[in-house]
Each structure stands twice: as C-alpha cells, then as structure tokens.
C-alpha cells in the first residue's frame, strides 16, 4: 500500500537543535517538515475544525500563479462554503483520512489517494467523515479563459486508478501519474505525482518557464536547485519560481515520490504580475 507522508504538528523539544534546512533564496524556498509546527498553522473563515499550513502564495518577483495548503480536518468538520474566489480553480489531493465532497450536488467519496479537479465556479462542500482527521492538499490556481475553450469538468479519481507513465529512456526509473491528458489545452495547470525508484534521476537540469510546487510525499532524495544541491526528505516542500534549474538523484531504499504543480498552455502574459487572469489588464477596455 502506498505511504504518504502529512504533518502532524506539535512543537519541536526545547532542547532540540534550532538549525534546520529551511531557506528562502532568490530562485527556491525549502520548507523542511520540521517546519509544519502548530505555531505556523492557518484557519480559513467558514471552515469548522480544521487547520492548515499555507506553504505558497503568489508573489511578486517569485512565484506568482499558484496557493498550495496542506490541510487537517477533524472528524465532522470541513465546510460548506470552501472557495470564497468564483475565479479559482482547485485540485484536492488526499494523504489520509476520509472526506466526503461535493461538486455543484453531485457527492464523491475521496479517501487516501484521492484526487478531485474542482472547476472555478463551482459550488462544492467537503466534510470529514473518518473516525480520524483527514489530511490533504488544496492547490488553488486562477483559471485563464482562452478563445474556443472551455472550462475543464470537475472529476473525481485515485492515483490507483491510474498508471504512471515513464519517461522515455529511463527503464521506468522515472515516471509521472498524470491526473489532466497533455492534450487537453483546457487545463491550465497540472497537479501530477512523480516517482522516482531508488538510483533514478533527472540527468539534467530542467529550466523553463513553469513554476512549481513539489511536496515529498515518500522518500528522499537530493536536489538541485539554482546553485546548490540540497538533501529532501518525506514532508519537505519545494517551492521554485520559473526558470530555477533543477535536478535530482533519488539515493534512498525506496521509491521517492512528490505531488508537483505546474502552470501549463498559456501565453505569458507581457502586462506585468498585477494583470489578473480573467479579467482585462489594467489600462484595456472593459
């Protein structure tokens, strides 16, 4: 069965060592899992019972097209009005516990590997119903209309469902669950799993225009980002604005696996961070 890693919060000992791994850099932030402490959590207006770590926003100079929260649901809390933005679009990926969600009326059941694609617009609930805390990531994106095509549908499914796809080349040492077909120039953005098997590797260095969010869900691994090569482990999050190289080597005893966001089939947009997707850029007629 597969193992995902979800914080449990709590505080460090106070004879625990301060030092850590985290850091914020012109390129890349590392947020450790000994980050995700109780003093760092969020809570969100018309949720009940629930908590989070808000580990990416957009920002100005950084990444700018994507929020990405690590959320704790106790059993029978959630909430009935979760999108306060009619524009956002969402992707729920499950680590444990059971929820129960709605999509404009249409009820899912999601459990451990659960994966739910929530359009912008629609009217959606979710509720924990285990006997334990649920536990999942929200990926939040702005939706950016293009001529001739419309909003993607909501679905419902599980990475078990779905075979992973190895890179060319690789002997399947390197392969990604793909959640959205490439094709679909609806989607806007991509929330896949990538895995790595022990001794597998990106052989060289990515860099490119997408930005990232890449939370570790099994494994360890070293990486490199922009200049420097750093250890990551299970619970550790990897924040990367465009164009920051990137490589890795998987050097544990199993597989080392990451859920990875990335913004995909759209024009750069030439008017600057503060022209939201959507809606006309400052200065255009209405």
């Known amino acids: 069965m597969t193992q995902y890693y979800a914080p449990t919060g709590g505080l460090p000992s106070q004879t625990d060592l301060m030092t850590q791994r985290a850091v914020f850099t012109e390129a890349y932030a590392v947020i450790p899992r000994g980050c995700f ?22 920002m100005s100079g950084f ?11 106790q059993p029978g809390g959630g909430s009935d009005r979760p999108e306060n933005d009619t524009q956002a679009q969402s992707v729920l990926f499950v680590t444990h516990g059971a929820l129960a969600l709605t999509i404009d009326g249409q009820p899912h059941s999601l459990d451990p590997g659960g994966y739910a694609y929530i359009p912008a ?26 001529e001739g095509l419309d909003r993607p549908e909501a679905f419902v499914t599980n990475e078990t469902r779905i075979a992973p796809v190895a890179m060319p080349d690789t002997q399947g040492r390197w392969a990604t669950t793909r959640f959205v077909d490439p094709a679909d120039l ?21 860099t490119h225009v997408m930005e990232h ?31 920051c190289p990137q490589a890795c080597y998987a050097a544990g005893p199993e597989p080392f696996r990451y859920l990875l966001y990335k913004d995909v089939n759209r024009h750069a947009r030439l008017r600057g961070p503060w022209s939201n997707p959507g809606q006309p850029a400052r200065g255009q007629p209405q």
């Open 37 to 58: 402490s109780d003093i760092v959590t969020s809570f969100l207006p018309g949720w009940e019972a629930t908590r989070l770590w808000l580990i990416a926003r957009p």
């Open 63 to 73: 990444s700018e097209t994507f929020s990405q929260y690590v959320v704790e649901v």
């Open 121 to 146: 617009g629609s009217v959606w609930t979710l509720k924990s119903t285990g006997q334990a805390p649920a536990r999942f990531h929200w990926v939040r994106k702005i939706w950016e209309p293009a």
């Open 186 to 206: 609806r989607h806007d953005m991509h929330v896949n799993i990538v895995t790595f098997q022990p001794g597998g590797l990106i052989p060289f260095e990515e």
């Open 213 to 243: 969010g890449l939370y570790v869900l099994q494994g360890k691994a070293t990486y490199k980002l922009n200049r420097d090569w750093v250890e990551v482990e299970a619970g550790d999050f990897m924040w990367l604005r465009a164009y």
